[in-house]
């Protein structure tokens, strides 16, 4: 009978190990044709004119050039606002909030903020950065608005590599005499960065290829000019390609366009994810 039971058991384990490995080939194939789909229909008009050059023609021809940059600075702009907000909230809820009421109520209130409609936060920005706060629609307004999307990524992320770094760390710490803020700051966060750049990491891939946000906060559809401030309006890649393909009064010259933009914002993605997992492999060892 234990024999049995542990057949079964080894039995039960192979099937949902052969689904698991199952499900994973599913995602990792609808992933290729996507890819596939995507370059195969952008990789003619790729070029280094395409990128670099600027739009002509009401978007019919030129290059993508303002909405690469756009792109860049919206994401650099939400990293630098959400990632010191999202850090030093999961500090004080991890290191100095007493465990009580309170800090369960902010993490409901953390992780129901994570499932909000990007549409809903572009609201939001419209509302509050736009008209209250008077910043118009421009590269100020979008980065804010994005880095309040990713904000509970950072903060969730943040909270559980916090969580992982050893008491006994804290403790050695204290106990040499270190006040609470030196040994978060030279023991805990070196051992918690990787964690914290996962979150960072997630975020990055999120607000690059955020569209609803930006149409109320950020973006324009053309313009001829790059921005020279972070009060000006920029060009983004994920609306540029919403546009190209649903306004666009030239289709046969536009879509084409779309799809190498598309392809772009691909690399673009892929290019910005390297650089953060090659430095949280650095923290990583540094830790070791």
């Given at each position: 009978m234990k024999e049995t039971n542990i057949g079964y058991r080894h039995l039960k384990q192979k099937i949902i190990f052969s689904l698991l490995g199952i499900t994973l080939c599913v995602v990792l194939l609808i992933l290729a044709v996507i890819i596939y789909f995507i370059v195969k229909r952008g990789i003619g008009v790729i070029s280094w004119e395409f990128i670099t050059a600027m739009p002509q023609n009401g978007m019919t021809e030129g290059g993508i050039w303002p909405a690469l940059l756009g792109t860049f600075y919206l994401v650099i702009g939400a990293i630098i606002f959400s990632t010191p907000l999202g850090v030093f909230a999961a500090i004080y809820m991890t290191e100095y909030a007493k465990k009580g009421r309170l800090v369960s109520i902010i993490r409901i209130g953390v992780n129901n903020l994570a499932g909000v409609p990007s549409v809903v936060f572009g609201l939001f920005g419209l509302g509050i950065f736009v008209k209250?706060?008077?910043?118009?629609?421009?590269?100020?307004?979008?980065?804010?608005?994005?880095?309040?999307?990713?904000?509970?990524?950072?903060?969730?992320?943040?909270?559980?590599?916090?969580?992982?770094?050893?008491?006994?760390?804290?403790?050695?710490?204290?106990?040499?005499?270190?006040?609470?803020?030196?040994?978060?700051?030279?023991?805990?966060?070196?051992?918690?960065?990787?964690?914290?750049?996962?979150?960072?990491?997630?975020?990055?891939?999120?607000?690059?290829?955020e569209t609803a946000p930006i149409i109320f906060t950020a973006a324009t559809f053309f313009t001829m000019r790059l921005p020279s401030s972070v009060f000006d309006e920029v060009m983004a890649l994920p609306y540029n390609i919403y546009a190209l393909v649903t306004a666009g009064t030239f289709p046969a010259k536009q879509v084409p366009i779309a799809y190498g933009t598309a392809f772009v914002l691909l690399v673009l993605v892929l290019l910005i994810n390297l650089v953060a997992v090659g430095l949280r492999l650095k923290f990583s060892q540094n830790k070791r």
């Open positions: 209250f706060l008077g910043f118009g629609v421009s590269l100020l307004s979008g980065s804010l608005t994005l880095a309040i999307v990713i904000l509970p990524t950072i903060i969730r992320a943040s909270e559980e590599a916090l969580i992982t770094v050893p008491d006994e760390y804290r403790n050695a710490s204290l106990a040499l005499g270190a006040t609470n803020w030196q040994t978060v700051k030279n023991v805990v966060l070196p051992n918690a960065m990787p964690g914290i750049l996962t979150g960072v990491i997630l975020g990055i891939g999120r607000v690059a290829g």
